[in-house]
């Protein structure tokens, strides 16, 4: 299983950007696909995730701010993220996981960065 994300780049403060999480399975096989972040210093963190059922959860830090969604065609997942804040720079990277047999994979990450 290959994860391939993309989307990143260089904004400012207020601005926006749309990640993508191209999965080289189906998505709809994997229990939950989420976006994880990782900034300097600081451990890796779930942003958000989305089931297989479609339902989804964010961290507090970037409820209403950020939104997951999928493209079952496509299998692929979106991270879209607004009024970016220099807090979100980091390196972000998505991750899709099997409950049974407990196996998850990882893409490499792509370079979100927030200037003020």
């Known amino acids: 299983v290959q994860l391939q994300a993309s989307g990143g780049g260089s904004v400012q403060a207020g601005g926006s950007l749309r990640l993508s999480c191209a999965v080289s399975?189906?998505?709809?096989?994997?229990?939950?696909i989420g976006w994880y972040r990782q900034a300097p210093g600081k451990q890796r963190e779930l942003v958000a995730r989305?089931?297989?059922?479609?339902?989804?959860g964010y961290a507090d830090s970037v409820k209403g701010r950020f939104t997951i969604s999928r493209d079952n065609a496509l299998d692929t997942v979106y991270l879209q993220m607004m009024n970016l804040k220099p807090e979100d720079t980091a390196i972000y990277s998505c991750?899709?996981?099997?409950?049974?047999?407990?196996?998850?994979?990882w893409g490499q990450g792509t370079q979100v960065t927030v200037s003020s």
């Open positions: 991750n899709a996981a099997r409950f049974v047999p407990g196996m998850d994979y």
């Open positions: 399975k189906s998505i709809l096989s994997f229990n939950v």
């Open positions: 989305i089931t297989s059922g479609g339902s989804t």
